[in-house]
């Protein structure tokens, strides 16, 4: 029936059809999607994120027709989960939502077929017969899936991205770990060393003028500033060499694949087998990896400076987090005498010092596998022994300088 014929009660039986088998198509591109994301099985993982977007793109073709037959833009009635939130789900695990989406395909695929004799509107039947397509394959995948084949079956029907699949195996590997990024290692590392230098200047100036404060202040601020000078200036300049020494190596790299691409492929053959690999295998995989110059060019820079370009750090937020992070732990110290002076000054100085100590202490935790409380513990025990010597020998200057 051509779609000029579609008039009255027959249009609205075919945009009410269109629109049922929408909703089904996005409320399985919602499901997959969900079971996706809680699964553990990355590469299992990756296939339904193929079958939710190709859920997706069946949606897409039915709201174009129902477009094309004036009809509204439908709108999803739906959860957020899919069929993935219920109970059933919940309680039954991954391959019970696989098994349920094995059946949901069989019935989309029954009522896809009763539309081909029914629906009477050529454009949407041709839609029909792509679907149809699709939705047999889908069945057959996660049949496959249910029993355990998806290495073999599956993989070769999509093509799973190797870099997704890594991503996603490191994230459910470290879930519930913080991963901090390179710039709160810099951070840390800039309240410690602010923290450190400006509550030595402190103290050895308390002791040295029995807390006077206007001296306290002059050397306390004036360090401040100069470290946290110093500290950015010195992230920023060290940031940018690593990533100059990278860049001119791969420059090297680059020429030296160009002017004997062979013995590249050796090199990194001998690293790999250096690594462990049999001699075999290791030239197999450099001769895969040196069909592309880029990619040859990569590995031997990764190989022989132990880094990638992705790990480098980006000078300016290096320098950012150096400096204000320093100033912020320089300013510790020297708060307390802005409103305070002599011994009770000293001793409030002291007492938020030590505390802020044991805090950087326990925030190393953040990048290391120590406890909070034994990094923080050390961090105070460091602080209290460098406060008191250099308080002591501020008395010693203090009495032999006549202050």
Not at 5 to 16: I, Q
Not at 215 to 221: E, F, H, S
């Amino acid at each position: 029936m051509a779609t000029e014929a579609l008039t009255g009660v027959r249009l609205k039986k075919v945009l009410e059809a269109l629109e049922a088998n929408w909703q089904a198509e996005m409320a399985g591109y919602h499901t997959y999607k969900t079971i996706a994301d809680r699964d553990t099985d990355p590469v299992r993982a990756q296939v339904l994120r193929h079958l939710a977007a190709a859920e997706l793109e069946h949606a897409a073709l039915w709201q174009q027709r129902i477009q094309q037959l004036g009809g509204p833009d439908p709108v999803y009635k739906g959860g957020p989960s899919g069929d993935a939130g219920s109970l059933r789900s919940a309680i039954g695990g991954i391959p019970m939502s696989l098994r349920r989406l094995e059946i949901d395909e069989s019935r989309h695929i029954a009522n896809y077929g009763t539309q081909l004799k029914q629906l009477g509107d050529e454009d949407s039947v041709e839609i029909l017969h792509h679907v149809i397509e699709d939705e047999k394959q889908h069945h057959r995948e996660l049949g496959s899936l249910l029993r355990g084949h998806h290495a073999r079956s599956v993989v070769g029907a999509h093509k799973v991205d190797p870099k997704a699949v890594l991503e996603e195996m490191l994230a459910k590997r470290d879930k519930g770990r913080r991963q901090p990024g390179s710039w709160i290692g810099d951070a840390i590392y800039g309240v410690n060393d602010g923290l450190g230098a400006i509550f030595g200047i402190v103290s050895s100036v308390s002791g040295a003028t029995a807390g006077e404060s206007k001296y306290v202040l002059l050397a306390g601020l004036s360090g401040m500033i100069a470290s946290a000078l110093s500290m950015g200036s010195g992230a920023y300049l060290a940031a940018k060499s690593t990533r100059e020494i990278y860049e001119a190596e791969v420059a090297r790299e680059r020429e030296a694949v160009r002017m004997n691409p062979a013995e590249a492929r050796e090199l990194l053959g001998l690293y790999y087998q250096v690594k462990g690999l049999p001699e075999d295998d290791a030239l197999h995989v450099a001769d895969h990896i040196g069909s592309d110059p880029d990619q040859i060019v990569r590995a031997l820079v990764s190989e022989r400076l132990g880094s990638s370009e992705e790990a480098l750090s980006k000078p300016m937020v290096s320098a950012l987090s150096g400096a204000l992070s320093t100033a912020v732990g320089a300013i510790i110290p020297v708060i307390p005498f802005f409103f305070l002076s002599g011994v009770t000054a000293i001793i409030v100085a002291a007492i938020v010092s030590l505390i802020a100590h044991f805090a950087v202490g326990a925030a190393k935790s953040l990048i290391t596998v120590r406890s909070w409380w034994s990094s923080g513990l050390e961090m105070t025990l460091v602080g209290a022994i460098e406060g008191a010597v250099t308080y002591g020998i501020g008395i010693l200057l203090g009495t032999a300088g006549g202050l």
